[in-house]
């Protein structure tokens, strides 16, 4: 029996075969070639095989996890087209008549390379994406099975085992046999691991160059996402331990669906709304199935993403009224246009920047584009007479940022009612609570609104100077700090004392382990990916907030010494 520990992802846990997937290597592939107009060719063919494959992956990531995750195989897409990335290519081939799999692999460090000499993380993440979109070009090529190894179909429950896996590998598995990762690499924030945790696989990560070994192939595995640990070749007593634990954790699973119908009502009576974060009308079945509340953050710049150019006011209304009318009049929270930092469109012609994630983005954008946010708003009202819609504004850092947005919605308003254009005059304002400046001005920014929303992702990263991408900060990126949390509870006051509600619809929202928490604050909603609904609900029926929490340290230590 062979324990590794590593970094757990899920809580999941798993029993199955192990499935080695070692990646080809560079020494694999040939290095000249004697015709460069036809090593050429192959790769524009391969390049078109390449953005075939990547438009599947994307409609299966579409249709089962959501665009969160599928929007990584558009950027793959747009980077087989880069103008600059191909010319490498051609330019190795034409120069030193290489293979056209070896200008590949010179022009992927190259590039990868130049991006990571920028010394930004954003752009050390697109070197990743590189790496990738070069090794199915390899595959393409060599006329390789671009799939994972793990995707063919198996009776045996497999344990995908690599050194790491690319995004398109974990899309391509077959969903019925594989039940879990484990790699010698990778983070909780690589692509990899999210899109893991998406479809439901038990996974750790970090786990050291065992799991490369061709020995282990074909070998019992116990994958455990909670503990962070991977067993090879387990006893009869582990392995009896963790089918317990699996079988445990079927019926929980069978639990969950029961809840259905059911109001998230604690046992001392407190009701908190559940809902769902969606991407666009594609999402909604998920919503449908997992009985959310509503939907507490509708990610509009989806409507932007994957388009030629700026979404006509008629195109978002049609999305808007379309998502109005399939909620039944359940409040859906759209927050407007929040482009900028990781998510952009060639359209849009941003200016790069040292430091995207502080730039210009969101409000800051639609205040320096003129129209963009009129366009956007006055779908949005016209949209509301077919449902019940609150629209929420992010990045807020200013009283008069809030003070303009009204204006500017009044502004609107107006003009359809001189239009003879029906809208919902009741339709509710809110802003996003994602920088820290908004929580230590919530008081004033209060009285302005109807709601607070945390962005708890964005806090996090803000209050403590933590890239939330930057695998090496994982110890120094705490989400449970005592400094985020009193943010989001110094907000949560401040919306009560004003009659405003407040929800969480980062991260944080489906962390179990603050659930009770964040009720105790008095957050009035929490808004995740529809398939965590159910568990936080399970969650919330089962605390009493009527009994006291659990002391804390110095809480204790005075009890103590006044004792004495």
């Not at 299966?60 to 969160?68: F, N």
């Not at 990335?85 to 022009?107: D, L, R, Y």
Request: charge should be negative; include cysteine; hydrophobic fraction near 40%.
């Amino acid at each position: 029996m062979i324990p590794c520990k590593g970094i757990g992802i899920n809580d999941y846990i798993a029993i199955g075969r192990a499935k080695v997937i070692v990646n080809h290597t560079d020494d694999d592939y040939p290095v000249k070639a004697d015709n460069p107009k036809k090593e050429i060719e192959r790769l524009h063919k391969a390049q078109e095989v390449a953005k075939t494959e990547l438009q599947k992956l994307h409609d299966k990531t579409l249709e089962t996890v959501g665009p969160d995750d599928a929007l990584i195989f558009e950027m793959h897409q747009m980077m087989l087209d880069d103008v600059e990335f191909t010319e490498m290519i051609e330019n190795e081939i034409n120069n030193n008549s290489s293979s056209a799999e070896h200008a590949v692999i010179v022009a992927r460090d190259n590039f990868s390379s130049m991006l990571l000499a920028l010394n930004d993380d954003y752009m050390s993440q697109r070197a990743d994406d590189v790496k990738d979109i070069s090794g199915r070009l390899l595959d393409c090529l060599s006329n390789a099975d671009s799939k994972a190894e793990g995707e063919e179909e198996s009776d045996v429950p497999l344990i995908i085992c690599a050194e790491d896996l690319l995004p398109s590998q974990v899309v391509s598995m077959d969903l019925d046999s594989v039940k879990a990762i484990a790699l010698g690499k990778g983070s909780k924030n690589s692509h990899a691991s999210i899109l893991a945790n998406s479809f439901g696989f038990a996974s750790v990560v970090n786990l050291g160059d065992v799991f490369t070994n061709a020995a282990v192939n074909g070998c019992v595995v116990i994958v455990d996402g909670k503990k962070g640990e991977v067993v090879i070749n387990p006893d009869k007593e582990t392995l009896l331990e963790a089918k317990q634990l699996e079988i445990a954790q079927k019926k929980h699973l069978a639990h969950l669906q029961e809840l259905k119908g059911q109001k998230a009502i604690t046992k001392d009576g407190k009701e908190v709304e559940l809902a769902a974060n969606i991407g666009g009308p594609e999402d909604i079945p998920g919503v449908i199935e997992n009985d959310a509340d509503g939907i507490g953050l509708f990610r509009s710049e989806f409507i932007y993403l994957g388009v030629d150019d700026y979404p006509t006011e008629e195109e978002q209304f049609v999305i808007y009224k379309n998502v109005l009318e399939k909620m039944e009049g359940k409040r859906v929270v759209v927050r407007t246009l929040d482009i900028g930092s990781d998510k952009s469109a060639d359209y849009f012609k941003l200016d790069e920047e040292e430091n995207p994630a502080l730039g210009l983005r969101a409000i800051r954008l639609c205040f320096s584009r003129d129209g963009l946010l009129g366009t956007q708003l006055r779908a949005l009202f016209r949209a509301s007479v077919y449902g019940r819609l609150a629209i929420m504004f992010p990045m807020i850092a200013n009283v008069w940022e809030v003070e303009r947005l009204i204006e500017i919605c009044n502004q609107v308003k107006a003009d359809l009612k001189s239009e003879g254009v029906k809208y919902d005059d009741n339709v509710e304002i809110g802003i996003m609570i994602e920088t820290p400046a908004a929580a230590l001005i919530s008081d004033q920014l209060a009285p302005l609104v109807d709601f607070f929303s945390v962005g708890t992702n964005d806090l996090t990263q803000y209050t403590l100077a933590c890239d939330r991408q930057n695998p090496n900060l994982i110890p120094f990126c705490d989400t449970h700090h005592d400094a985020v949390l009193s943010l989001i509870e110094r907000a949560a006051n401040a919306a009560h004392e004003n009659d405003a509600w407040i929800g969480i619809c980062g991260e944080l929202a489906n962390d179990s382990a603050l659930t009770e928490q964040f009720l105790r604050m008095g957050i009035d909603e929490l808004s995740m990916a529809s398939s965590h609904i159910l568990k936080i609900k399970d969650i919330v029926l089962n605390i009493d907030l009527s009994k006291k929490e659990k002391p804390t340290t110095t809480e204790i230590i005075v009890d103590d010494v006044l004792k004495k």
